[in-house]
């Protein structure tokens, strides 16, 4: 079973600009989640969505948003891209069917440069 | 407000020496416990989980850790590190559902040959 892909692998951006990263989840998974991974602050939890709904959301500012599709695909949006953006967003999925069916299994990371 | 702790940032071991990586926890119902490795540039592996049972898990690449809830542990352990052990590990527990992981810092192993 093919595993998290994630793309693009890598991208440089302007501060100002926004940019649409993408997550296509294990097949059969339904909930995807995302994570900001910073040297300065670590691996943090952006948010995570379950069959099209946003069912948990982390402390970040509503620049970052998200959304999934019906085929589970999901996407994250950054708007207004500040310095403080460049990071690897990770994504996972997982079964989302509660107990060990939310073992969350990551994807390799898109790794943003904002300049 | 579930945390992470993992005490040391930094760990060296000869290759052929067992390990023993700390991670504290605070939350307030049974967690929901995983380890994770990173190598670098890449996503996280799964190495282990805990969700209830048996307080010693097996995992992949030989590890193993244990839950003790009296000390809010979760200890990951290796009788012996290979030179490709070296990576950074992540501690991290679930929410009550378990679908919001909360991380600690890492702890970055270094293997001496």
């Known amino acids: 079973k093919a595993g998290v892909t994630q793309t693009p692998r890598y991208l440089i951006k302007t501060r100002g600009q926004q940019v649409t990263l993408s997550c296509s989840p294990i097949?059969?998974?339904?909930?995807v989640s995302w994570y900001q991974q910073t040297p300065g602050q670590g691996l943090q939890f952006l948010f995570e969505?379950?069959?099209?709904?946003?069912?948990n959301k982390g402390n970040f500012p509503g620049r970052f948003s998200g959304r999934q599709f019906s085929n589970s695909r999901s996407e994250m949006n950054v708007s207004t891209l500040e310095l403080g953006d460049s990071a690897l967003y990770l994504c996972?999925?997982?079964?989302?069917?509660?107990?060990?069916?939310?073992?969350?299994?990551f994807g390799p990371g898109t790794r943003l440069l904002v300049l | 407000a579930q945390s992470v702790t993992q005490p040391d940032i930094h760990i060296t071991v000869s290759e052929g020496a067992s390990l023993e990586l700390r991670c504290n926890y605070s939350?307030?119902?049974?967690?929901?416990l995983f380890w994770y490795v990173q190598s670098p540039g890449q996503g996280l592996q799964l190495l282990l989980k805990?969700?209830?049972?048996?307080?010693l898990v097996q995992g992949i690449k030989g590890f193993e850790a244990e839950f003790k809830r009296s000390q809010s542990s979760f200890n990951l352990r290796k009788p012996s590190v290979h030179w490709s052990d070296a990576a950074e590990y992540f501690c991290?527990?679930?929410?009550?559902?378990?679908?919001?992981?909360?991380f600690g810092g890492g702890t970055r192993l270094m293997v001496k040959p």
């Open positions: 996972a999925s997982s079964l989302g069917t509660g107990g060990d069916g939310e073992t969350q299994y």
């Open positions: 097949s059969g998974h339904r909930s």
């Open positions: 969505y379950f069959s099209e709904t946003q069912r």
């Open positions: 939350y307030g119902a049974t967690p929901y």
């Open positions: 805990y969700f209830s049972g048996d307080t």
């Open positions: 991290a527990v679930g929410n009550n559902a378990g679908n919001m992981l909360t």
